[in-house]
């Protein structure tokens, strides 16, 4: 894969970036989300996780199933804020 492409579309953050953080020894989700921001625009991580996680797999040599997948705080799917306003309202 080209060094340029985009990974995390919400933060702007290429492969290249991920790769350099990888070889400087940050090999954890939530390590590089807190270097690159990844995993914390709009879509929290749906659109980029898992491509992290296969890269950080690639490059270290660790199954993805054994990778932390990282931290995901609510909501964890993106929903309208009237719903937290209104009370007894909405499901
Ligand atoms: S694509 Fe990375 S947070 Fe949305």
Redesign the pocket.
């Known amino acids: 894969m080209d060094d340029d492409i985009i990974i ?4 702007e ?1 290429t492969l290249e970036e991920i790769r350099k953080c990888i070889e400087a020894g940050y090999a954890t989700f939530d390590e590089i989300k807190r270097l690159l921001r ?12 898992e491509i992290v996680l296969r890269e950080i797999s690639r490059a270290t040599g660790v199954p993805l199933e054994k990778l932390n997948p990282g931290t995901f705080r609510p909501p964890a799917k993106p929903i309208p804020l009237r719903l937290l306003t209104e009370e007894g309202e909405g499901d």
């Open positions: 995390c579309r919400c933060e953050v990844v995993g914390m625009g709009p879509c929290q991580g749906r659109g980029c996780r």
